[in-house]
């Protein structure tokens, strides 16, 4: 027989509670009743537990975070710089809740540029909704502006004030219109060269594991219905942009 014990979970909130112990108070009560209707009563009671206990579980979920903010001087201390092409006056801070490897709910932060942090926000709400795992979700500016720092970690981030590698080009993620997400799951691979180099055990792209960025998958779908484009193309698996580029 199920007691009333074995229906109590975690701890929830004091009406939560104060409702079990009434309702605890009942099936104490139940069992010195007339026996015709103890059973009854008792299934009853339980039932009334039960409902209890969904209706605090769904009043302590919390709703995913999404909100688009002002930079901060944290946000951009060491990923900013005089000359770059955009200012901080049009840049924007997307804050977000997301699912790390565990499943989990986490709330992150990536700076982009504010005309397209409605996108970015519509993106990640994809994701949550998807379930899609993100590693870490920084501005690059907590590794010190490093985009290989920020890769080894495997941090999802976008705006760095930063030429292509190897060129005296602008790279799109000094506009904030380029994301590059999981980068240890999702490589740049050109020839033999591979960064960050923990990503050389997701070379083979074949072969689907969790967080990897796959043609028609949850996460090319998601930039996708916004307009942005993979750089698969060209072996950045990581890396999604405005202009594909």
């Known amino acids: 027989m199920t007691s009333w014990r074995a229906l109590v979970g ?7 509670l104060a409702g079990q112990a009434a309702i605890a108070t ?5 069992a010195s009743t007339d026996p015709e209707y103890a059973e009854a009563m008792r299934i009853a009671v339980l039932l009334a537990l039960a409902a209890v206990l969904a209706a605090g579980a769904s009043a302590t979920a919390a709703p995913p975070v999404g909100s688009i903010l002002p930079v901060t001087a944290a946000d951009l201390r060491h990923s900013y710089r005089a000359g770059c092409p955009v200012g901080p006056a049009q840049l924007r801070t997307v804050r977000v809740s ?8 986490q709330v992150g932060r990536i700076v982009v540029a504010s005309r397209v942090a409605p996108d970015v926000l519509a993106v990640f709400r994809i994701l949550w909704s998807e379930r899609f795992p993100i590693r870490r979700l920084q501005p ?3 590794y010190r502006g490093s985009d290989d720092a920020s890769m080894a970690a495997d941090n999802t981030s976008a705006f760095n004030c930063r030429f292509v590698g190897g060129t005296s080009r602008w790279s799109l993620h000094a506009y904030g219109e380029a994301i590059d997400v999981n980068p240890v799951e999702n490589p740049y691979v050109r020839g033999s060269r591979v960064s960050p180099p923990a990503g050389r055990a997701y070379v083979d792209r074949s072969r ?3 967080g990897m960025a796959l043609r028609n998958g949850p996460l090319v779908r998601a930039f996708a219905s916004v307009g942005w484009r993979w750089g698969a193309s060209f072996g950045d698996y990581q890396h999604f942009s405005t202009t594909g580029r």
């Not at 009942?26 to 139940?30: D, G, H, S, T």
């Not at 997301?98 to 709910?105: H, K, S, T, V, W």
């Open 10 to 16: 975690a701890p929830t909130s004091f009406a939560t």
């Open 26 to 30: 009942a099936v104490a009560r139940v």
């Open 98 to 105: 997301y699912r790390d490897f565990d499943g989990r709910a």
């Open 140 to 142: 690059v500016s907590a």
């Open 208 to 210: 689907h594991q969790k």
